[in-house]
């Protein structure tokens, strides 16, 4: 997984798996997913993500086992 957020375009990508997009949809308003061919999310996008989320430049990813 991997976590990326451009100032630029004030955007936070979190992509679950690298594979080719086949579909994106638009499930809120600034919210994107997008899923591969076989309609798996493989990625989301959240456009405006400094209003949306606290310090989206240093998010923190915690995994419990």
Excluded: C, F, H, W
């Excluded at 594979?19 to 456009?47: F, H, K, M, W």
């Excluded at 405006?48 to 430049?57: G, I, N």
């Amino acid at each position: 997984m991997k976590v990326n957020y451009d100032s630029q375009t004030d955007t936070l990508t979190v992509i679950l798996r690298d594979a080719p997009v086949a579909e994106s949809d638009e499930t809120r308003p600034g919210i994107i997913l997008d899923y591969d061919g076989a309609g798996n999310l493989i990625s989301l996008e959240i456009l405006d993500a400094s209003k949306r989320v606290e310090e989206p430049a240093s998010v923190t990813i915690a995994a419990q086992g």
